[in-house]
């Protein structure tokens, strides 16, 4: 092929047209594959990641807020007290989950395993069980009184 030859390249596109009547989309788009779950599954990752990302921040300000001295850090306590801030930190909770084992179902795609239609569409069934059960046991560990202390 022309790699690297523009104008070849161009010369080689315009050869090939579609038969008249037949718009073809530039690129792949969601309108022209059927929705799956694993579909689903990949923008969930993708928007966990943003989200633990954005959760970051409010790990920074409570660490340095513990760095920075006892009234600071009584302020930020005071600030994760609230109700709001308890159900950002559940959200976060299970972004971290679900996040976390779907990325060892990519790690596994990238050793070669799994990749087979059925298997794929398996392990995100089990990614998505696997996280709801890990959600749930450590938001009531975290979240529950008394209920980490023996």
Known sequence: MAIGNTRVAALISEAR?????????LSP????YRFMYTMAL????RITGLVLALGLAALVYWL???AAGE???EQAAWLFRGW??????????????????????????????????VHARRSGRVVVVLAVVSF?????VLFWPRAGVP
């Open 17 to 25: 047209e579609d038969p008249p009547g037949r718009e073809r989309p």
């Open 29 to 32: 788009h969601l309108s022209v």
């Open 42 to 45: 990949s923008i969930l990752h």
């Open 64 to 66: 340095m807020s513990a």
């Open 71 to 73: 009234r600071a850090y």
């Open 84 to 117: 709001a801030i308890r159900v950002l930190l559940l959200g976060w909770l299970a972004s971290y989950c679900f996040h976390f084992l779907n990325g060892l179902r990519h790690l596994a795609w990238d050793a070669g395993l799994g990749l087979e239609r």
């Open 136 to 140: 749930l046991i450590a938001a009531w």
